[in-house]
């Protein structure tokens, strides 16, 4: 079965800008997460979709972080605007309803400058 | 925060078996002990998971202590691709839940 999808690979932006990360789970899988990776440390959950509703976004900064699922399948997350903190990679992945563990994509790396 | 305790480094020898502690005390009766591991640019892999019972799968496999307070993740034949972070996790039952990860244990393997 083909994997997570997540685009792009790489980001590069100035402080302030705006930018958008997208995720395509794994067919079927009504579950979905995007995880905030510092570097040296473990994924931290930012927000968890059930098809297109939210079931916990308790660790995302709302005041620049959102995210959205319309129609239950891909993802996307967007920082408007960016701080250098923000600098991490980015990662989706996606479950099954039934326990499986959680597949991930490999993630989108951003570099703010 | 995470519930688990893990060293931060490991060195193993191609070939050797790589044993990979992880300590999680406080684990309550329902939640399962999952390892991931993380190779350089690339998302989080599911290796394997268990409850109580020692698990064996094609790619490693996970002893239980009986107390269940901690675990060893053992990969039998350590090559140069195991070189990666290893992350032990404890998770609740309910499908569905995100996991919360530590800082993990990196294993180098050399020739």
């Known amino acids: 079965e083909a994997g997570v999808a997540q685009s792009p690979r790489y980001k590069i932006i100035e402080k302030r800008q705006s930018v958008a990360f997208w995720c395509n789970p794994i067919?079927?899988?009504?579950?979905l997460y995007w995880y905030q990776q510092i570097l040296g440390q473990g994924p931290k959950l930012l927000i968890q979709?059930?098809?297109?509703?939210?079931?916990?976004d308790s660790q995302l900064p709302k005041d620049r972080f959102s995210a959205e699922r319309l129609k239950g399948v891909d993802s996307t997350l967007k920082i408007q605007p960016a701080k250098l903190e923000d600098s991490a990679v980015y990662l989706c992945a996606s479950s099954s309803q039934t326990g499986q563990p959680q597949h991930f994509g490999d993630g989108t790396r951003l570099s703010i400058l | 925060d995470a519930k688990t305790t893990q060293p931060t480094s490991m060195d193993c020898a191609e070939g050797r078996a790589a044993n990979l502690p992880c300590n999680h005390s406080t684990i309550s009766g329902n939640e399962y002990v999952y390892w991931y591991r993380q190779i350089h640019s690339q998302g989080p892999q599911y290796i394997i998971h268990?409850?109580?019972n020692n698990e064996t799968n094609e790619m490693a496999s996970l002893i239980i202590t009986e107390d269940r307070k901690s675990s060893t993740l053992i990969l039998p034949h350590a090559t140069l691709r195991d070189t990666a972070v290893y992350y032990c996790i404890v998770r609740p039952p309910q499908a569905g839940t995100a996991l919360i990860f530590g800082k993990g244990t990196t294993l180098s393997v050399s020739s």
């Open positions: 268990g409850l109580k």
């Open positions: 067919s079927g899988h009504a579950t």
């Open positions: 979709f059930q098809n297109n509703g939210v079931v916990d």
